[in-house]
T-cell receptor, first 111, second 116 residues
Framework: EDQVTQSPEALRLQEGESSSLNCSYT??????LFWYRQDPGKGPEFLFT???AGEEKEKERLKATLTKKESFLHITAPKPEDSATYLC????????????FGRGTSLIVHP | NAGVTQTPKFRVLKTGQSMTLLCAQD?????MYWYRQDPGMGLRLIHY???????AKGEVPDGYNVSRLKKQNFLLGLESAAPSQTSVYFC???????????????FGPGTRLTVL
């Protein structure tokens, strides 16, 4: 059974204080790993897809990296508008291809 | 493009009542999904559809039924609502199941359902 564990559950940062969110996974062959951002009262919004260990993708202050066991979402010099819940999901090579989601990390950035 | 829309945004039901949640997408996507999101549980797949007229069960299908009579619409039904079905329901759609390259799941804004 595919499993996705995100840590920490919640993270509070001061504006400008860089940090990382972790997504560790167990899957029978990784096809893809997805990061989403979810604002309160809204649906998840796609950020990145990573396919293989060593791959990195960047968008503004966010950088996602992937190893064979986990992914990190690095947030550099965050701003209050980066406050959101960040979801990680994995897609296995076998089966239905439908992603399995983690429980998310709630990030609050204080001004 | 409106993307993925959901109706209604909020609903309160009494135990035993029935209702239908409507999801519509204007991206001509083949694949559509219904998830529920509960505190501390993450997104869990209820049912999904791989095309017009076809549906399949997800991780937590009990107590729900779905229909995909038109490509752009995916309906989620609760025949006899229970308090355990209190949740936020999200619909999503995608061009393919593979979600390769630029393809991804596009999510609607959600329906907050309370069952008393």
């Amino acid at each position: 059974e595919d499993q996705v564990t995100q840590s920490p559950e919640a993270l509070r940062l001061q504006e400008g204080e860089s940090s990382s969110l972790n997504c560790s996974y167990t899957v029978s062959g990784l096809r893809g790993l997805f990061w989403y951002r979810q604002d309160p009262g809204k649906g998840p919004e796609f950020l990145f897809t990573l396919y293989s260990a060593g791959e990195e993708k960047e968008k503004e202050r966010l950088k996602a990296t992937l190893t064979k066991k986990e992914s990190f979402l690095h947030i550099t010099a965050p701003k209050p508008e980066d406050s959101a819940t960040y979801l990680c999901a994995v897609q296995a090579v076998r089966g239905s291809y439908i992603p399995t989601f983690g429980r998310g990390t709630s990030l609050i950035v204080h001004p | 493009n409106a993307g993925v829309t959901q109706t209604p945004k909020f609903r309160v039901l009494k135990t035993g009542q029935s209702m239908t949640l409507l999801c519509a997408q204007d991206m001509n996507h083949e694949y559509m999904y219904w998830y529920r999101q509960d505190p501390g549980m993450g997104l869990r797949l209820i049912h999904y559809s791989v095309g017009e007229g076809t549906t399949a069960k997800g991780e937590v299908p009990d107590g729900y039924n779905v229909s995909r009579l038109k490509k752009q619409n995916f309906l989620l039904g609760l025949e006899s609502a229970a308090p355990s079905q209190t949740s936020v329901y999200f619909c999503a759609s995608s061009y393919s199941l593979a979600l390769a390259g630029e393809d991804t799941q596009y999510f609607g804004p959600g329906t907050r359902l309370t069952v008393l």
